[in-house]
């Protein structure tokens, strides 16, 4: 039985950037949906509610049932995804909220120039999505950082370790951006919680040493 995630912030913690009404309606209703409905779709198959859900969804061509293959594909990866987003956000601990003096802040300066310039790659490639979907700072087993998107649900590739992602469904800017993308990507950036990120680089087991510019 999956249920959403507590939130290790409130709700006006995130403010004014993202918006209170916005963060209750994407977790309490469009994240509980997608909860909902993968956990409708197990019914009845306890063999494969008891499977690691992302390796579900990678091999799902082989151990899904063709009838409720892509219910659980899309929603559990709409689970999964939001899941690792609310892990990545945070309340603002400073103006600039740069991640000066981390490991990933070092990272993006050695591989981007500079985190302006990370920015700005990140913002492009943000935009550039069409339609609905999510914009990934990826890592691969050689410490190359990326920046690549996957459309719907889609999860990224499975060689690579996900270190920080933007949701850019519009159910998560249209009540305080309406069809503004380029604001809401900014408005991203003050709400990073970089210490999440940096986190999350050392659990991938790839070192300083090995991050390659």
Do not use: C
Request: proline share 5%; net charge negative.
């Amino acid at each position: 039985m999956y249920e959403i995630p507590n939130l290790p912030y409130k709700y006006t913690d995130l403010e004014p950037y993202f918006d209170e009404a916005t963060m209750k309606v994407h977790q309490l209703k469009h994240h509980q949906t997608y909860a909902d409905k993968l956990n409708a779709a197990l019914e009845g198959h306890p063999d494969l509610a008891e499977k690691d859900l992302i390796a579900l969804i990678r091999r799902a061509d082989k151990d899904i049932p063709v009838e409720i293959r892509p219910t659980i594909v899309n929603n559990g990866g709409g689970y999964l995804n939001h899941s690792f987003f609310w892990e990545i956000l945070g309340k603002p601990a400073k103006p600039d909220n740069k991640p000066d003096g981390t490991t990933i802040g070092v990272a993006l300066e050695d591989q981007f120039g500079s985190y302006d310039d990370f920015k700005k790659k990140f913002s492009e490639r943000a935009l550039a999505l069409f339609g609905s979907g999510w914009t990934w700072l990826l890592i691969d087993v050689d410490g190359k950082l990326s920046i690549e998107n996957t459309a719907n649900q889609n999860l990224p590739e499975e060689k690579k370790v996900a270190l920080l992602v933007l949701d850019l469904w519009e159910h998560a800017y249209y009540l305080k951006y309406q069809n503004r993308r380029a604001e809401y990507i900014e408005a991203f950036y003050h709400v990073i919680d970089w210490k999440a990120v940096d986190a999350k680089l050392k659990q991938s087991g790839i070192t300083p040493a090995e991050i390659k510019a």
